[in-house]
């Protein structure tokens, strides 16, 4: 596609259900990041892929947190037993260089854990 | 620990006036500071860049400043457009060997027509 597409756009869950985002990257590029901004606060990293390199997982809040991302393109970012402070947009972005200040953002994901 | 802060959450401007947006971060490794501009349901797209070699840099309407003593920069928009309406956010990294970027918190700028 023409650019970053995430689904669903928007996702409502109770607490302690699983839940799993989609990014697509656009085509071609090889580094592919999440972000997640939680009300009033700005966009926190979360995690780093960059082609068959093991990923950079610092950002991940808890052991809750995972993503992979398979055959170097299409990432899913699973946050289990979730919690009502999971409620955030999580953003999903891509660069075709290894170089975050090139990078192209989706329009995220809301989630929200009732 | 809010590395890159913006104090102002919201800004309002007339139409055709110049509209300033401030960004203040405290890591001296930062050398590299992006400003995004985000509408609603859409994912924040790049909006204009600046090395800390730089004190400045001008695209069209759009230019930022840096300070690196002050460790502050700021984006100007001259004239201020109502397609300008949207949340800023001010963002820094080091350039190489970085993965992620540090942000702040945005800045809500409305252009009244």
């Known amino acids: 596609g023409a650019g970053v597409s995430q689904s669903p756009s928007n996702k409502v869950t109770e607490k302690g259900k699983d839940v799993e985002l989609r990014c697509d990257p656009i085509?071609?590029?090889?580094?592919l990041y999440w972000y997640r901004q939680s009300l009033g606060q700005g966009l926190e990293f979360l995690i780093y892929f960059q082609g068959n390199s093991a990923p950079d997982k610092s950002g991940l809040p808890s052991d809750r947190f995972s993503a992979e991302r398979t055959g170097g393109s299409v990432s899913t970012l699973t946050i289990q037993r979730t919690q009502q402070e999971d409620s955030a947009v999580y953003l999903c972005a891509s660069s075709q260089t290894p170089v975050v200040t090139e990078a192209f953002f989706g329009q995220g994901t809301r989630l929200t854990v009732v | 620990d809010q590395q890159v802060k913006q104090n102002s959450p919201s800004l309002s401007v007339q139409e055709g006036r110049i509209s300033i947006l401030n960004c203040d971060y405290t890591?001296?490794?930062?050398?590299?500071f992006l400003w995004y501009k985000k509408y609603p349901a859409e994912g924040p797209t790049f909006l204009i860049s600046i090395s800390s070699i730089k004190d400045k840099n001008e695209d069209g309407r759009f230019t930022v400043f840096l300070n690196k003593s002050a460790k502050h920069l700021s984006l100007h928009i001259v004239p201020s457009q109502p397609g300008d309406s949207a949340v800023y956010f001010c963002a820094a990294s080091r350039r190489t060997g970085a993965n992620n970027l540090f942000f702040g918190t945005g800045t809500r700028l409305t252009v009244i027509p």
């Open positions: 085509s071609g590029h090889t580094a």
């Open positions: 890591n001296s490794m930062f050398d590299y």
